[in-house]
Structure formats: structure tokens, C-alpha cells
């Protein structure tokens, strides 16, 4: 998984596009603001919300909820609330670093580097997903390749290459904004081969926490048929105070 | 036992309903049914004995308003077959270490045995910089994988695999926070004040280090204790190392040395690998009694029954419903191996599945003999 995903699914887990605007070779301002103010849309001081997230395989599907927080770009955590066996699990990121509470032992575990590039929690997400720094600002070049209608919304298609030497897993990003509400509606991920690896949809916009965001979302894998995850945010909110000891690893058991 | 329960419960209801603020006052209920099959024998197959246990557990919790909570833990088991019927069996699995047994056992002379104990039961007050928990708790300072020194309070014995949430100790603990980590204070006591133990724990980070420093009295020892979770590039490197000093002229050992060391790795398309060392000064290198390892109460100053030993694991997970792992533990003095081969299956989206070895095996004169086979099948309803 890449840099878009976590951001568009969970916001507040993940980094923003939108860092100090640089002006990169070949890069189109129109098309790197089109990407800022889609991601000024999930971006807050701090972000608190409930989603449902529904794994798909051919054979079988289950069902998590959780509860996200974040503030700022350094400091996220995601509560499971249901099913039964994972409840109160919790995964906090403090800028690169992940540690999971266990409650079932009652014991903090901090993930080891190699542990990042694992599904996280059975998704079609890593673990990576969770703490992944970068930035489109920085790390890839935009171009505005043209418009185009999904779902009878218009939308800007805009293409996104990697900088070279930066340490980015796409070869390639094909990224759909709703022209009214700047709303990421798809993105493509594909490979350095450029063979597509990944498509999020994005639907059912509602105003949620005082923005016109998208309510579902699902990842599907382009390699596995029957394949996909499902999220749906049930509640959102923007910019409400959240001191900083509240991500503090030692606190995490005591999160509800 | 009826009796204490019943004191428990009311002292907490009243406390919880004194300060119940209603948007917060939603106990809530949760625990899990297990049914778990065990066959075991030594060296003959034909004399396998087969037993059983159905294992409940329901945990309480209430968070009464922003600063206090409740939590009452029970767990309860029925053993069927051969294993209640040997001796030692019924103080083995009811023992209750803690300042008030909240333990009970009955059972029939036609092989049935019932254990039910209270393992949590904590009232805790926390603002914002402080937490304060009273009661009987996991006070938990590991930091390691496999084997943990600094988990002075409540020891985990590696081998009962069936009892995830660990036992508890009745005493306090007092978490103050700080700008990087927090310093804890902690004391248990065991039945009428004895065994007091009292410690105190200083965690922080340093780049990509969590690091804590423990210090205490244990018993008649006095403990100084360091642990540390990080990476070597990336792989995961953890370790903890207890020392104790013997505060008083005793026939035992003036110092007793534990240290673990742990480094593990997540390679691709879900396979995960571990390698782990214990080296325990206690150590007496006694192997009788290991085949009943599961069931006893370990200290944490003698977590293994060996010196020295190391612990492997490689884990494949072929899909978020289905895992598979191989543990070995091998004991340097006389190539002790336990091999714990494992596959974990979740049915459905409350129901697992789990198929677990312990093979014992160990070199007697200049033959190699098993200390004793169980095979275990466990199956597991959440709600």
C-alpha cells in the first residue's frame, strides 16, 4: 500500500499531501493545488472518528469497528471496538514508530521495522500504511492530464509520478478530484512496471464533521479477484482538543 | 470465597453508583468459552489419557465518570477426564497466592475437578497526570517476547498457552506521567502481608529505544532491573536483565541473575521468525516435574528450570483466518527440546480454532527420552 490510501481512509493516521508548497521540476501548480485542497478536506488540527471496516475475500468477509484519533502529522491511534476477541486492541503512531496494546496480556508491544510491510489487521492495508511519511508534495511531480465524469460528477484526473531518489513504492498515481468539493473519488496505484496494483472508489459524499467528505470507501487489489476492503465512516470530527499525553505509549490501555 | 466475592461486588456497586455519572455508567460485559481437549502421554501411545476442560471467563468493566473505573474478572474452569484425578492436581490449578484467596475448587471422586477464581477485581482513579489502580491487577513491566525478568509481579509461564490474560497480584500501583515515558510505583502482598514486594519503574525513549529501569525490594532480595524494546535495523531487538541481592544470611544464593534477549523478523508474504535466549542464575537443571509445567505457578526469579535456554519460533500466516507456527525451546544442559507446533484457525467472525503440540524431550545417559507429549485442541466462542 502506498502513500494515498491510509490517508484517504483514516485521516489524522496518516501524513498529508499538503506540506510547505515546493515548486518541483516539471510539476503543474494547478494540478499540486487540486491535490492540496483535497487534502485540506480530511486534514485538522486533530480528527476523531468512528468507522466500520468490512474485509472481503472470496470465501469469507468480516467486520471490525474502530474508533481513530489524531492531531497533528505525527500522532495517530485507532481503537477496535468490535468483533468480541479484538476489542480494545490499539495501535498508536508517534511520527515513524508503532506500538500495539494487547489487551487481552495487558502488555504494550512495540513493532519492529519489518513487521511494517504485514497486512494490519487482515486489511488490504500494511502496517506501513500507518506510519508512512510521504509526502505527494515533496515526493512526486503532478501533471493535470484532463476531466472527467465518475458517477455524473466532474472531475479533475491528475497523474502523479515519483521524484526520483525518493523512497516511494508506486511507480505511478492516477488520482480523480470532484471538481465541486475537491473529494478524491479514485486513485489508481501501479506498479514501477507500470501494471495497476491497487483502486480505491470513494462514495456516498455526506457532510461529516462540518466537510463534504466521502463515506465509503473500498480498496480493491487489481491480483486478487473477490478481493477488497470496505470502509465507512459512521462519524467525524475536526479540530477538537486533544492534549498530547493522550498518544503517549503508556497510556494506550487506557484508551476508550 | 462466596462470601468475599459478594463483599467485592458490593463495595464496588456502591462505589460505582456513588460516583456513576450517567453518560459514562455503561458496564460492560464481555468474555469467551473455550472447550479444550488434551491427550498425553510419556513414551507410549497406548497409554495416552485423554482429559477436558470448558473454560469461561466474563469480565466486567464500568467507567463510572472520567476518573474512575471498575473491573471484575472471572474465570472459571470444569477439568473432565484423567487429569483431575492426579494427585496434586486440585492444589496445583487452586492455588491463590494473593492477600485474600478469591479461589475455589470442588470436585468428585467420579473425576470431575471445577476452579473458579477471581483474577481481577480493581477499582482505578486517574486525572491527568496521575493513575491510581488498587486492587488485584496485572501490573505488567515486561517488555520482551518470550521471557520476562522485569515481570516481577505477575510471572507468565510460557507453557499455559491457555491462560493469555495471566494471573493477577493484589496490591497498587501509581503511574505518574512524564514528558517522554512515565515512573511507576508499584507493592503486592501476598496472604496475610506476606512476600511484599514494593518497586519502582522509570520508562522513556531514546531515538528509537523504549527503555525502563525497575528497582525494589522482593521479598527478602532487593532487585535492581533494566529492559529495552528496539530495533537492529529491521529487526525487532528486545531484552530485560534482573539482578538479585539476598537481604539476609540464607542457605540460597547471595545473587541471582536473569537476563533474556530477544530479536525477531517479519519476512515477506507473512512468514515471521524469532530467536530467544534465557540465562537464569537459579537454574537447577531438575527436569523432573517439567511435564506438568503448564500448570504451575512460575517465580520470576526462576522462570525456567534451567540455566541456560534458547527459544525459536517461525510463524507463517497463509491468511488473516489461518496461521501456523513452530516454537522450540532447547535447554543447553541435556538438550532439553520442547517443540510447541501450532495452527490457529478463526471460523467465523467469533470462533477459533486452535490445534497446539508440547513435545518434550530430553537427553537421559546416552539415550534421548520423552518427558512427556500433549497435544491440545481448543476451541474458542467470544462475545
Given at each position: 500500500?502506498?502513500?494515498?490510501?491510509?490517508?484517504?481512509?483514516?485521516?489524522?493516521?496518516?501524513?498529508?499531501?499538503?506540506n510547505?508548497?515546493?515548486?518541483?521540476?516539471?510539476?503543474?501548480?494547478?494540478?499540486?493545488?487540486?491535490?492540496?485542497?483535497?487534502?485540506?478536506?480530511?486534514?485538522?488540527?486533530?480528527?476523531?472518528?468512528?468507522?466500520?471496516?468490512?474485509?472481503?475475500?472470496?470465501?469469507?468477509?468480516?467486520?471490525?469497528?474502530?474508533?481513530?484519533?489524531?492531531?497533528?502529522?505525527?500522532?495517530?491511534?485507532?481503537?477496535?471496538?468490535?468483533?468480541?476477541k479484538?476489542?480494545?486492541?490499539?495501535?498508536?503512531?508517534?511520527?515513524?514508530?508503532?506500538?500495539?496494546?494487547?489487551?487481552?496480556?495487558?502488555?504494550?508491544?512495540?513493532?519492529?521495522?519489518?513487521?511494517?510491510?504485514?497486512?494490519?489487521?487482515?486489511?488490504?492495508?500494511?502496517?506501513?500504511?500507518?506510519?508512512?511519511?510521504?509526502?505527494?508534495?515533496?515526493?512526486?511531480?503532478?501533471?493535470?492530464?484532463?476531466?472527467?465524469?465518475?458517477?455524473?460528477?466532474?472531475?479533475?484526473?491528475?497523474?502523479?509520478?515519483?521524484?526520483?531518489?525518493?523512497?516511494?513504492?508506486?511507480?505511478k498515481?492516477?488520482?480523480?478530484?470532484d471538481?465541486?468539493?475537491?473529494?478524491?473519488?479514485?486513485?489508481?496505484?501501479?506498479?514501477?512496471?507500470?501494471?495497476?496494483?491497487?483502486t480505491?472508489?470513494?462514495?456516498?459524499?455526506?457532510?461529516?464533521?462540518?466537510?463534504?467528505?466521502?463515506?465509503?470507501?473500498?480498496?480493491?487489489?487489481?491480483?486478487?479477484?473477490?478481493?477488497?476492503?470496505?470502509?465507512?465512516?459512521?462519524?467525524?470530527?475536526?479540530?477538537?482538543?486533544?492534549?498530547?499525553?493522550?498518544?503517549?505509549p503508556?497510556?494506550?490501555?487506557?484508551?476508550? | 470465597?462466596?462470601?468475599?466475592?459478594?463483599?467485592?461486588?458490593?463495595?464496588?456497586?456502591?462505589?460505582?453508583?456513588?460516583?456513576?455519572?450517567?453518560?459514562?455508567?455503561?458496564?460492560?460485559?464481555?468474555?469467551?468459552?473455550?472447550?479444550?481437549?488434551?491427550?498425553?502421554?510419556?513414551?507410549?501411545?497406548?497409554?495416552?489419557?485423554?482429559?477436558?476442560?470448558?473454560?469461561?471467563?466474563?469480565?466486567?468493566?464500568?467507567?463510572?465518570?472520567?476518573?474512575?473505573?471498575?473491573r471484575?474478572?472471572?474465570?472459571?474452569?470444569?477439568?473432565?477426564?484423567?487429569?483431575?484425578?492426579?494427585?496434586?492436581?486440585?492444589?496445583?490449578?487452586?492455588?491463590?497466592d494473593?492477600?485474600?484467596?478469591?479461589?475455589?475448587?470442588?470436585?468428585?471422586?467420579?473425576?470431575?475437578?471445577?476452579?473458579?477464581?477471581?483474577?481481577?477485581?480493581?477499582?482505578?482513579?486517574?486525572?491527568?497526570?496521575?493513575?491510581?489502580?488498587l486492587?488485584?491487577?496485572?501490573?505488567?513491566?515486561?517488555?520482551?517476547?518470550?521471557?520476562?525478568p522485569?515481570?516481577?509481579?505477575?510471572?507468565?509461564?510460557?507453557?499455559?498457552?491457555?491462560?493469555?490474560?495471566?494471573?493477577?497480584?493484589?496490591?497498587?500501583?501509581?503511574?505518574?506521567?512524564?514528558?517522554?515515558?512515565?515512573?511507576?510505583?508499584?507493592?503486592?502482598?501476598?496472604?496475610?502481608?506476606?512476600?511484599?514486594?514494593?518497586?519502582?519503574?522509570?520508562?522513556?525513549?531514546?531515538?528509537t529505544?523504549?527503555?525502563q529501569?525497575?528497582?525494589?525490594?522482593?521479598?527478602?532480595?532487593?532487585?535492581?532491573?533494566?529492559?529495552?524494546?528496539?530495533?537492529?535495523?529491521?529487526?525487532?531487538?528486545?531484552?530485560?536483565?534482573?539482578?538479585?541481592?539476598?537481604?539476609?544470611?540464607?542457605?540460597?544464593?547471595?545473587?541471582?541473575?536473569?537476563?533474556?534477549?530477544?530479536?525477531?523478523?517479519?519476512?515477506?508474504?507473512?512468514?515471521?521468525?524469532?530467536?530467544?535466549y534465557?540465562?537464569?542464575?537459579?537454574?537447577?537443571?531438575?527436569?523432573?516435574?517439567?511435564?506438568?509445567?503448564?500448570?504451575?505457578?512460575?517465580?520470576?526469579?526462576?522462570?525456567?528450570?534451567?540455566?541456560?535456554?534458547?527459544?525459536?519460533?517461525?510463524?507463517?500466516?497463509?491468511?488473516?483466518?489461518?496461521?501456523?507456527?513452530?516454537?522450540?525451546?532447547?535447554?543447553?544442559?541435556?538438550?532439553?527440546?520442547?517443540?510447541?507446533p501450532?495452527?490457529?484457525?478463526?471460523?467465523?467472525?467469533?470462533?477459533?480454532?486452535?490445534?497446539?503440540?508440547?513435545?518434550?524431550f530430553?537427553?537421559?545417559?546416552?539415550?534421548?527420552?520423552?518427558?512427556?507429549?500433549?497435544?491440545f485442541?481448543r476451541?474458542?466462542?467470544?462475545?
Open positions: 500500500m502506498g502513500i494515498f490510501c491510509p490517508r484517504l481512509w483514516l485521516p489524522g493516521l496518516l501524513f498529508s499531501f499538503a510547505t508548497p515546493q515548486t518541483k521540476a516539471q510539476d503543474d501548480p494547478k494540478a499540486r493545488e487540486i491535490i492540496h485542497k483535497a487534502e485540506e478536506k480530511l486534514r485538522g488540527n486533530t480528527s476523531e472518528a468512528v468507522v466500520s471496516i468490512r474485509i472481503v475475500r472470496p470465501k469469507w468477509s468480516r467486520e471490525m469497528k474502530a474508533k481513530t484519533w489524531s492531531k497533528g502529522k505525527k500522532h495517530a491511534l485507532i481503537l477496535i471496538t468490535s468483533p468480541a479484538e476489542q480494545g486492541i490499539v495501535y498508536l503512531r508517534r511520527e515513524k514508530e508503532v506500538w500495539n496494546w494487547v489487551p487481552s496480556i495487558e502488555r504494550v508491544v512495540k513493532l519492529p521495522p519489518s513487521m511494517m510491510s504485514q497486512s494490519w489487521m487482515g486489511t488490504d492495508f500494511t502496517n506501513d500504511d500507518l506510519v508512512k511519511e510521504a509526502s505527494a508534495e515533496d515526493d512526486y511531480t503532478h501533471r493535470l492530464l484532463g476531466q472527467d465524469s465518475l458517477s455524473g460528477m466532474p472531475c479533475y484526473r491528475i497523474e502523479m509520478k515519483p521524484i526520483p531518489g525518493k523512497a516511494v513504492v508506486w511507480g498515481v492516477m488520482v480523480w478530484v471538481m465541486q468539493w475537491y473529494v478524491q473519488l479514485r486513485a489508481e496505484f501501479y506498479d514501477e512496471e507500470n501494471k495497476l496494483v491497487n480505491m472508489y470513494a462514495s456516498s459524499l455526506k457532510m461529516m464533521g462540518g466537510r463534504m467528505l466521502a463515506s465509503v470507501m473500498e480498496m480493491i487489489p487489481a491480483d486478487k479477484p473477490g478481493n477488497k476492503t470496505v470502509l465507512v465512516y459512521e462519524s467525524i470530527r475536526f479540530d477538537h482538543e486533544i492534549p498530547d499525553v493522550f498518544f503517549a503508556e497510556q494506550i490501555r487506557n484508551v476508550r | 470465597m462466596l462470601r468475599r466475592l459478594c463483599l467485592i461486588v458490593s463495595l464496588l456497586s456502591a462505589a460505582a453508583l456513588y460516583s456513576a455519572d450517567s453518560a459514562r455508567a455503561k458496564p460492560v460485559f464481555r468474555g469467551f468459552i473455550k472447550v479444550l481437549n488434551q491427550a498425553s502421554f510419556v513414551k507410549n501411545l497406548r497409554e495416552t489419557e485423554y482429559s477436558a476442560m470448558v473454560h469461561g471467563r466474563i469480565n466486567f468493566f464500568w467507567e463510572a465518570n472520567k476518573h474512575l473505573r471498575f471484575v474478572d472471572s474465570r472459571q474452569r470444569l477439568f473432565l477426564g484423567n487429569l483431575p484425578k492426579q494427585r496434586g492436581f486440585r492444589d496445583l490449578v487452586g492455588v491463590d494473593g492477600l485474600i484467596s478469591l479461589s475455589h475448587t470442588e470436585s468428585s471422586s467420579s473425576g470431575w475437578l471445577w476452579h473458579s477464581i477471581i483474577d481481577r477485581a480493581l477499582v482505578s482513579y486517574r486525572t491527568k497526570s496521575l493513575e491510581l489502580t486492587g488485584r491487577q496485572r501490573i505488567n513491566w515486561g517488555i520482551n517476547t518470550v521471557w520476562n522485569n515481570d516481577v509481579f505477575n510471572t507468565y509461564n510460557f507453557f499455559d498457552f491457555d491462560y493469555e490474560e495471566r494471573p493477577g497480584c493484589d496490591g497498587f500501583r501509581l503511574v505518574t506521567n512524564l514528558p517522554d515515558g512515565a515512573l511507576e510505583l508499584a507493592g503486592s502482598a501476598g496472604r496475610n502481608f506476606s512476600n511484599p514486594r514494593l518497586a519502582m519503574l522509570w520508562s522513556t525513549r531514546l531515538r529505544y523504549d527503555l529501569f525497575l528497582a525494589g525490594k522482593f521479598d527478602s532480595f532487593y532487585l535492581v532491573g533494566a529492559g529495552w524494546a528496539g530495533n537492529l535495523r529491521k529487526a525487532g531487538f528486545k531484552g530485560e536483565a534482573n539482578l538479585y541481592r539476598n537481604g539476609q544470611p540464607a542457605e540460597t544464593a547471595d545473587f541471582i541473575f536473569l537476563a533474556s534477549i530477544t530479536a525477531d523478523y517479519t519476512f515477506g508474504k507473512g512468514w515471521y521468525g524469532m530467536a530467544s534465557l540465562y537464569n542464575s537459579r537454574g537447577s537443571n531438575n527436569l523432573s516435574g517439567l511435564g506438568m509445567i503448564t500448570y504451575q505457578k512460575l517465580s520470576p526469579m526462576n522462570l525456567m528450570p534451567l540455566k541456560q535456554q534458547c527459544a525459536f519460533q517461525a510463524a507463517k500466516q497463509f491468511s488473516p483466518v489461518l496461521q501456523a507456527s513452530v516454537s522450540v525451546i532447547y535447554g543447553l544442559k541435556d538438550r532439553l527440546s520442547i517443540f510447541v501450532s495452527l490457529q484457525y478463526w471460523a467465523a467472525q467469533n470462533w477459533e480454532c486452535t490445534l497446539l503440540g508440547q513435545n518434550l530430553a537427553r537421559a545417559g546416552a539415550t534421548y527420552r520423552s518427558l512427556g507429549q500433549n497435544v485442541l476451541v474458542r466462542y467470544s462475545f
